[in-house]
């Protein structure tokens, strides 16, 4: 029997007022941990050691003051302009204000769809059956809309200036340092968690591939960045149980089933302000609760690998397609990370460019203009990468 019908519905306002004791307790533990702090580098070139020492014990690291007043601004008013432009439901051909919606030539459809303060996949077979246990599901109020928006697929040619953050040199930096110089893309989208709207992601390691490889190691499935757009708050944002990337899989069911609730006892919530990123391993035990809070929630994932880690291998993407990696596939893939950086350059030309080793001489063939707007960046998430 799953969570969502082992108990009694709650309302949002009870939901709520629960989420709001648990994360009070959960609160002081994350900020124990002591791993936050701006992005620091040493002579090398490269973080500091105790922020890798400090991620690598954590499975995560909030990173502050990432992203500055101006260009958060212009990431907000890029994101609320492609949400404004979203269907009213499911398959809508127009959007809230009666438009009709396009399409653009965007092959794979930009917008994600679920029930108000629903668990979309919690105790099902989807997304490779990783999402084992249902979360809680409280009932949305009364004047909530049937669908919410919950997931933006393909940030970099959706806004350009999500483009110009995936070129920032302080989180390249940090990627180098984590994964080394010649890390790849994984792939890019919105988390949307409206205020008494967003829906749950059920608890989940993201890895599917390597668990089972005589090389694992605790960084085998790579990393995402959380940039958030508002800030992170326990009643909105992501929980992680701190440590687990590095005991393997873990058996999310047996222990969601042993704490009698969806509330995983030593889980924290990453909390952290608007214009902060955190660095989170996947491999952590982690996810969302319904946000019955009145706090809105918007992060924009940017995920890498180590390049061992999917050259040449065949891997079974979520929606069931197998696919392998050749070198040919990384390197086109790649490109984007070079058109980032020359999209920053321009906007932001007081900064010194993040040098992307693996491309460095082919700056010419990768600059950000309209030419390369319309033959690489649009649709590139159709070169997107799992592992």
């Not at 003051?65 to 990431?75: D, I, K, R």
Request: charged share 25%; with cysteine; proline share 6%.
């Amino acid at each position: 029997m799953s969570l969502a019908t082992a108990v009694p519905p709650l309302s949002a306002i009870d939901h709520e007022r629960a989420m709001r004791d648990y994360g009070r307790r959960a609160e002081a533990r994350a900020y124990a941990l002591g791993n936050r702090g701006p992005i620091r580098v040493g002579a090398d070139g490269k973080l500091l050691p105790e922020i890798v020492d400090s991620y690598w014990t954590h499975g995560f690291y909030v990173f502050q003051g990432v992203v500055g007043a101006e260009e958060l601004a212009e990431l907000r008013a890029e994101i609320d302009g492609v949400i404004a432009r979203a269907p009213v439901a499911p398959n809508a051909t127009v959007d809230r204000h009666g438009r009709p919606t396009a399409t653009d030539g965007i092959l794979k459809p930009a917008y994600k769809w679920a029930r108000p303060l629903s668990d979309p996949v919690g105790g099902t077979d989807k997304n490779n059956g990783r999402h084992p246990a249902a979360m809680l599901q409280p009932a949305p109020g009364e004047d909530a809309p049937a669908w919410t928006v919950e997931l933006l697929d393909g940030n970099l040619h959706l806004s350009d200036a999500c483009l110009r953050l995936y070129g920032h040199p302080g989180l390249l930096t940090v990627a180098a340092s984590i994964l080394g110089d010649d890390f790849v893309p994984y792939n890019e989208v919105t988390f949307v968690k409206e205020p008494g709207l967003g829906p749950s992601v059920a608890w989940h390691q993201d890895g599917t591939t390597h668990w089972n490889a005589a090389d694992w190691d605790q960084g085998a499935h790579g990393f995402n960045f959380m940039t958030q757009l508002y800030p992170s708050t326990a009643g909105n944002g992501v929980w992680v149980l701190p440590g687990s990337h590095k005991h393997g899989k873990a058996d999310i069911k047996k222990m969601v089933a042993e704490c009698g609730s969806d509330r995983i006892e030593g889980a924290v919530p990453m909390l952290c302000e608007a214009g902060d990123t955190i660095v989170t391993n996947r491999q952590l035990v982690h996810g969302s609760f319904a946000n019955s809070s009145p706090d809105r929630r918007i992060t924009l994932n940017e995920g890498f690998f180590p390049r061992k880690r999917v050259l040449n291998v065949t891997t079974r993407r979520l929606q069931g397609a197998i696919e392998t990696y050749d070198q040919a596939r990384i390197d086109a893939r790649t490109r984007i990370i070079q058109i980032a950086i020359d999209a920053r350059r321009q906007r932001f030309p007081q900064e010194e460019s993040y040098v992307y080793r693996p491309l460095a001489g082919r700056e010419d063939e990768n600059r950000w203009n309209e030419t390369t707007r319309a033959s690489v960046l649009k649709n590139y998430n159709q070169l997107d990468m799992f592992i």
